[in-house]
């Protein structure tokens, strides 16, 4: 697949890109393509700073790798970084992707067409521009949608594998495990209807991501006693989805 982000830097010239790190730990990941070598850096504000007014050159930084192609995952602290490209040599065309765990709402970066959109809860609570955390806890999370019509067509679908008239709602949350260990794991669970909208039919899919970066669900270590899983599968699961089905005309109701 493609990457998502495109920039043209002449030669001499750098580019800086805003990572907000809403939380300790932060894992920032970046993936990048260059048709020519340049510096990629990532950088702590102060560093950015030093580098910027010529204190310190690019080498000052939390991590710096010169090539045509970067993948890296880096675990920061809470606060504000900067991925920074250096066209050192001849003037390069750079495509990127920059991701962070936990997703900042605070991403500038412009989204790619077609533009998923939704309400969310971030965890933060913006006061007069001062920001707290904030956590709300459950056992159950229900999705209701209330579908009159839908209709989609997105030309360029077959080249991701999928149907020119699909669209999908999907809900998802958090799954914290308090293992038996003492460790706490971050599961990414989604429950998403997976709709054919030339033909009014639907399937189930549901998804398992483990955010953690490290860890294992399975039953030997879960610590809640209504808790459980039935059958044990390994981190960055994807559960097959269910054949399409006809639409009906009442609500869907998901968990």
């Known amino acids: 697949m493609p990457l998502?982000?495109?920039i043209v830097l002449l030669s001499g010239y750098y580019e800086?890109?805003?990572?907000?790190a809403p939380s300790i730990p932060t894992t920032i990941s970046i993936s990048v393509s260059s048709n020519t070598t340049l510096s990629t850096a990532i950088m702590t504000t102060t560093?950015?700073?030093?580098?910027n007014n010529g204190v310190s050159d690019i080498s000052a930084s939390l991590f710096l790798q010169n090539g045509t192609t970067v993948q890296r995952s880096l675990k920061v602290s809470e606060g504000l970084y900067y991925l920074v490209f250096f066209a050192y040599g001849r003037s390069a065309n750079v495509s990127?992707?920059?991701?962070?765990f936990p997703i900042s709402p605070y991403f500038a970066y412009p989204l790619t067409r077609p533009e998923p959109s939704g309400v969310a809860a971030f965890g933060l609570y913006n006061d007069s521009g001062k920001v707290t955390?904030?956590?709300?806890?459950?056992?159950?999370?229900?999705?209701?949608?209330?579908?009159?019509?839908?209709?989609?067509?997105n030309a360029?679908?077959?080249?991701?594998?999928?149907t020119v008239s699909g669209?999908?709602?999907?809900?998802?949350?958090i799954l914290v495990v308090n293992e038996k260990g003492g460790q706490q794991q971050n599961y990414w669970v989604q429950n998403t209807p997976d709709f054919v909208t030339a033909a009014s039919m639907v399937?189930?899919?549901?998804?398992?991501?483990?955010?953690?970066?490290?860890?294992f669900l399975s039953n030997n270590t879960i610590t809640s006693v209504d808790g459980g899983m039935p059958t044990p599968r390994t981190p960055d699961t994807t559960i097959p989805s269910s054949p399409r089905t006809p639409l009906t005309g009442s609500p869907y109701s998901w968990r």
Do not use: H
């Open 203 to 215: 399937s189930w899919a549901d998804n398992i991501w483990n955010g953690s970066v490290s860890g």
């Open 16 to 20: 800086p890109l805003q990572i907000d």
């Open 96 to 100: 990127y992707d920059v991701q962070t």
């Open 167 to 173: 669209a999908t709602l999907q809900l998802n949350s």
């Open 133 to 153: 955390p904030f956590k709300v806890e459950s056992t159950d999370v229900v999705g209701v949608a209330n579908i009159e019509s839908l209709q989609a067509y």
């Open 156 to 162: 360029s679908a077959a080249a991701y594998g999928d």
């Open 4 to 6: 998502p982000y495109q």
């Open 47 to 51: 560093q950015y700073n030093n580098f």
